[in-house]
C-alpha cells in the first residue's frame, strides 16, 4: 500500500512523533510506503509530495514543530459566493489518484478533521489524528500537544509566584485554548491558580475582586490569575489587558498581565505525548492494514481505539462545569469567575 501523510492546522509538540509512529510502523512492520505531503492540505493542491524513508525519520521523537510543514488551507471551504476560488477537490482527487495513494492519513484538530470528513465522502480512503494544544477535538479523552502546552504554561504560573509575592501584585497570565478552557484550566489548577477563568464560564468581576481582597485579608496580598484566550471581552478587547485593569480599577492592587502565546506550542514534546503520538500513529496504520477507513484515531480511558470520522467533523469538547478539576478546585477556594 501507499499511503500520503499530512499535517494541518496550529502546529505543537509530538507531530513529528506521529509522523515516526505512523510511517516506521507502516514502513517496518507492514511494508507500506508512505508519502510525506507538505504543508498540509495545501500539499495536495501543489503535488508537493515526496517519499518518506526510514532516514528521514531520524530525530523526530522529540523535535517540535512538523518536518511536513503544515497550513490551514481549508480546500473544501466554499468562498463567500458558493463556488470555489477554483475546482480544488477535483485538483486533490487528480493528485491522490496520480500518485496512486491507497490512503491519506490526516494528522490535525477540529478543521482538518472537518477536511478529512469531506475528503473521505469524496470518495478517498482517510485515517485521521487529533492532534491540538487545545484538547478541544471531539470524541477524544486527549489529543497530543495538550500535555506539553500544559507543562509549559503550569511552569510560567509557577514562575509568576515569586514576583507575584515580592512586589504584592496581582499578576495576569493568558494561555491559548481557542474557544475552549481546557489549557486554561488543567494549567491553572496545576501552577496553583488563585483565580481561573474559562470561556465556559462566565464571569463576573465584582466576584473576582471579592476574591482578591479576601486573600488580601488573609495576609496574602497578592493573586494569580489565570485566563483562556477565548473568555468573553467586550468590544473584542485583549483578555489578560481586560481582566488586569479590570482588577486594578476594582481592587487597587497594582496588576500586571503576560500573554504566554506561541511559546505553548513550541519545543520539545513531554514523555506523555511523546507516547501518545507513537501509540496513535501506530493505531492509524494498524486500521489502514485492516482496510478500516473513515475513522480518528482516539484515547478512550487508556486504551487507544478509533471513532467514525463523521461523528467528530465539526463537533467541540468544551469543559464542562461540573468537571472534577473544577468541583475540586472550588472545595479549595479557587475562584472560577462566580
Ligand atoms: O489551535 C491551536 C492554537 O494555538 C489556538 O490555541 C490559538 O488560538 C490558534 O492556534 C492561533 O492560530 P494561529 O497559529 O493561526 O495564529
Known amino acids: ?17 506521529t509522523i515516526r509512529g505512523v510511517c516506521k510502523t507502516a514502513i517496518n512492520h507492514f ?12 500539499g495536495l493542491l501543489d503535488d508537493n509530495i515526496e517519499q518518506l524513508t526510514d532516514r528521514s525519520l531520524t530525530g523526530l521523537l522529540n523535535m517540535g ?45 477540529n478543521g482538518t478533521q472537518k477536511t478529512a470528513a469531506k475528503l473521505m465522502q469524496a470518495g478517498v480512503n482517510v485515517v485521521s489524528i487529533p492532534k491540538t494544544i487545545d484538547n478541544d477535538v ?31 501584585r496581582v499578576m495576569v497570565i493568558e494561555v491559548m485554548g481557542h474557544k475552549a478552557g481546557w489549557i486554561a484550566l488543567y494549567s491553572g489548577m496545576a501552577g496553583g491558580g488563585d483565580i481561573i477563568l474559562l470561556p465556559e464560564i462566565p464571569f463576573d468581576i ?6 482578591i481582597i479576601s ?23 485583549k483578555p489578560a489587558q481586560y481582566i488586569a485593569e479590570e482588577i486594578e480599577y476594582e481592587t487597587g492592587f497594582e496588576t500586571r498581565e503576560t500573554v504566554l502565546g506561541y511559546i505553548q ?27 478500516e477507513f473513515g475513522k480518528m484515531v482516539a484515547l478512550q480511558g487508556n486504551v487507544i481505539g478509533a471513532v467514525d470520522l463523521e461523528q467528530v467533523a465539526g463537533k467541540l469538547k468544551l469543559v464542562t462545569e461540573d468537571h472534577d478539576l473544577i468541583v475540586q478546585g472550588q472545595r479549595m477556594g479557587i475562584c472560577f469567575g462566580r
Open 1 to 17: 500500500m501507499r499511503i500520503g501523510i499530512l499535517t494541518s492546522g496550529g502546529d505543537c509538540p509530538g507531530i513529528n512523533a
Open 31 to 42: 511494508g507500506m510506503e508512505v508519502y510525506g505531503i507538505h504543508n498540509g492540505f495545501r
Open 215 to 237: 486573600r488580601l485579608k488573609k495576609g496574602k496580598p497578592y493573586s494569580i490569575v489565570v485566563v483562556a484566550e477565548g473568555i468573553a471581552t467586550p468590544d473584542g478587547k
Open 65 to 109: 514543530g512538523t518536518i511536513l510543514g503544515t497550513s490551514r488551507e481549508k480546500p473544501f471551504k466554499r468562498r463567500a459566493s458558493g463556488v470555489f476560488s477554483e475546482d480544488k477537490p477535483a485538483i486533490i482527487l487528480k493528485t491522490i489518484r496520480e500518485r496512486q495513494l491507497d490512503c491519506i492519513v490526516c494528522i490535525g484538530g
Open 265 to 291: 506550542r513550541g519545543g520539545a514534546p513531554t514523555p506523555f505525548d511523546r507516547n501518545l503520538a507513537t501509540r496513535m500513529g501506530g493505531y492509524a496504520t494498524e486500521l489502514i492494514s485492516k482496510g
Open 138 to 168: 471531539w470524541g477524544t479523552d486527549m489529543s497530543f500537544g495538550f500535555d506539553s502546552a500544559v507543562t509549559i504554561a503550569s511552569d510560567a504560573i509557577d514562575r509568576l509566584h515569586s514576583t507575584a509575592s515580592s512586589h504584592q
Open 206 to 211: 465584582h466576584r473576582i475582586g471579592d476574591t
